[in-house]
T-cell receptor
Framework: KQEVTQIPAALSVPEGENLVLNCSFT??????LQWFRQDPGKGLTSLLL?????REQTSGRLNASLDKSSGRSTLYIAASQPGDSATYLC?????????FGKGTHLIIQP | DADVTQTPRNRITKTGKRIMLECSQT?????MYWYRQDPGLGLRLIYY???????NKGEISDGYSVSRQAQAKFSLSLESAIPNQTALYFC????????????????FGPGTRLTVL
C-alpha cells in the first residue's frame, strides 16, 4: 500500500526566504504527483501536477521536482510572502488512486 | 470559471439520521470522487466514479453510499450517521485525457463540514 510522508510537519520562516517542502512515497509506480495548498477550513487548490515522465514543473514562484526512482518530490517556494501561509499537501496517483500526505503547515512571518 | 460546488457547506446532525451531501461540477469532467479529511489522518478516498454507470469503493467506504445521477452530479449518503463520521468531506473531479496516460489533475470543491452528535 502506498504511503506518503511530508517533512517537516510544520515550518515557520521570515518573509522573503526561499524554502523547500519535502514529500516522499514508498511505491515508485506512480502516474503523477500533485501539490495542493489548503487554507484553514477551505478546500484544496491545485498548485502543480508532475507526470511520472517529468522531472519538474514551475508556476510563478513555485517549482516542484520529482525523482520517481527514489520516491521523492520537493516543492520550492521562492521569496516567500505572508500570503503563502497555508498547509501544503502532496498527493501521488497510483493504481489505487490518489494517496495524500498529511501536509506541511507553513507560516510566513511578516 | 468552471467550478466544483458542494452543498451543504456545514451540517450538524444526530446519530442515526440519514444524511446526503451533494456535489456538482461545471468542468465537464467524467471522473468524480468523495474524500474525507480528519485531523492527523489526512485525506482518504471514500468512493469514486469514472462515468455515470461506474461506481467504485475507495479506502473507507463502509457506512457510506453514493449515487452518480448525471455526469455533473455525484452525491454521498450516510445511511445512519455515527459520531466518528464527523469530518470535512470533499468532492473532487478530474478529466480523462486521450492516450495511455489518462490520469490528470484533480480539482476539489470547498468542502462540507459534517458534525454528528
Amino acid at each position: 500500500k502506498q504511503e506518503v510522508t511530508q517533512i517537516p510537519a510544520a515550518l515557520s520562516v521570515p518573509e522573503g526566504e526561499n524554502l523547500v517542502l519535502n514529500c516522499s512515497f514508498t511505491d515508485s509506480a506512480i502516474y503523477n504527483l500533485q501539490w495542493f495548498r489548503q487554507d484553514p477550513g477551505k478546500g484544496l487548490t491545485s498548485l502543480l501536477l508532475i507526470q511520472s515522465s517529468q522531472r519538474e514543473q514551475t508556476s510563478g514562484r513555485l517549482n516542484a521536482s520529482l525523482d520517481k526512482s527514489s520516491g521523492r518530490s520537493t516543492l520550492y517556494i521562492a521569496a516567500s510572502q505572508p500570503g503563502d501561509s497555508a498547509t501544503y499537501l502532496c498527493a501521488v496517483r497510483g493504481a489505487d488512486g490518489l494517496t495524500f500526505g498529511k501536509g506541511t503547515h507553513l507560516i510566513i512571518q511578516p | 470559471d468552471a467550478d466544483v460546488t458542494q452543498t451543504p457547506r456545514n451540517r450538524i446532525t444526530k446519530t442515526g439520521k440519514r444524511i446526503m451531501l451533494e456535489c456538482s461540477q461545471t468542468k465537464g469532467h467524467d471522473r468524480m470522487y468523495w474524500y474525507r479529511q480528519d485531523p492527523g489522518l489526512g485525506l482518504r478516498l471514500i468512493y469514486y466514479s469514472f462515468d455515470v454507470k461506474d461506481i467504485n469503493k475507495g479506502e473507507i467506504s463502509d457506512g457510506y453510499s453514493v449515487s452518480r445521477q448525471a455526469q455533473a452530479k455525484f452525491s454521498l449518503s450516510l445511511e445512519s450517521a455515527i459520531p466518528n463520521q464527523t469530518a470535512l468531506y470533499f468532492c473532487a473531479t478530474s478529466g480523462r485525457l486521450s492516450g495511455p496516460s489518462s490520469y490528470n489533475e484533480q480539482f476539489f470543491g470547498p468542502g462540507t463540514r459534517l458534525t454528528v452528535l
